[in-house]
């Protein structure tokens, strides 16, 4: 098979930048895979609530579990997905399995955000709370529909759709969220207050690099008349193509987001399971 790029590019050994932000990422998700088993470990014991709370709290640990294993299994393995491109040449970095994991993770992480709301929503009766865990999951799966359309025919202008709904999604939460504020005091009001502050950073963040980056690739690939692929062709050409490439500027655009996915993105995760817990003693 034909590959746009050459097969390998340099190496990946110390003296690369890539090689040093690899590195951390391999190391954050160690200590979050660490956090997640001392976080199961602590919400595991006997609770003092109903069998339906705690259950649910399972269930938040095992949405968590999802996120958390994901996100450590796609930074020990970074690739980019439209591009084609990864670090390591090993089966496991073909991009459909990468994007299947992170469908499943997505939409877990999108399920937290859904029951800790739902959950809130109830205790106060908020019903503009409650519509907002209600639209969370629906959206993001339509998200991940567009971001498996970028991948299979290779437009940069899905990934766009794809991030842009995150966008709405989070706007939502924290319309939802902001509803709540007037509801609780002291610790509980200043947790809401810090997750309306995150997720404002987060929503500043896809308006202003990376919403912006992927209409930018977009332009530039219908600008050299690049034809996306059939998503059949691009099926095959997600499962078996992958390009090793050890070059900063193929990556630099990807360093960003992924530094903040892999990190902050899962420590939330790990923090609504906190909050889900706690929820009682609000």
């Known amino acids: 098979m034909s590959l746009d790029r050459p097969a390998r590019s340099g190496s990946l050994d110390w003296s690369n930048p890539l090689a040093w932000w690899w590195g951390l990422l391999t190391l954050v998700s160690g200590v979050n895979v660490a956090a997640w088993f001392w976080l199961y470990r602590y919400l595991h014991e006997p609770q003092t609530g109903s069998l339906h709370s705690a259950s649910n709290v399972e269930l938040m640990l095992l949405f968590s579990a ?18 084609r491109i990864c670090l390591f040449d090993t089966w ?45 999951v629906p959206l993001i799966l339509i998200a991940e529909c567009f971001s498996w359309y970028a991948v299979l025919t290779k437009n940069f202008f899905g990934n766009a759709i794809e991030n842009s709904i995150w966008g709405l999604c989070f706007f939502i939460v924290a319309v939802g969220i902001c509803r709540l504020v007037p509801e609780f005091a002291g610790p509980a009001r200043a947790v809401l207050v810090g ?48 390009v090793v490439m050890h070059e900063l500027a193929e990556w630099k655009d990807e360093i960003a987001w992924m530094s903040l996915y892999f990190s902050a993105a899962v420590w939330a995760s790990l923090a609504l399971c906190l909050c889900y817990s706690f929820v009682r003693h609000f």
């Not at 997505?106 to 709370?129: H, I, K, N, P, S």
């Not at 977009?218 to 034809?227: C, D, E, N, Y």
């Open 92 to 136: 496991l970095s073909s991009v459909t399995l990468g994007r299947s994991v992170a469908t499943v993770a997505e939409v877990c992480f999108a399920a937290q955000w859904a029951m800790v709301l739902y959950r809130l929503g109830t205790m106060t009766g908020a019903d503009t709370t409650l519509n907002a865990a209600w639209a969370i």
């Open 195 to 242: 997750a309306i502050i995150g997720i404002s950073g987060y929503l500043a963040f896809l308006a202003t690099i990376d919403v912006p980056m992927y209409l930018r690739r977009s332009r530039t690939g219908i600008a050299a008349s690049v034809r996306p692929l059939s998503p059949l062709a691009g099926l095959r050409d997600a499962s078996v193509r992958w």
């Open 66 to 83: 999802a996120y958390v294993f994901g996100c450590a299994f796609r930074s020990l393995l970074p690739r980019a997905d439209v591009q």
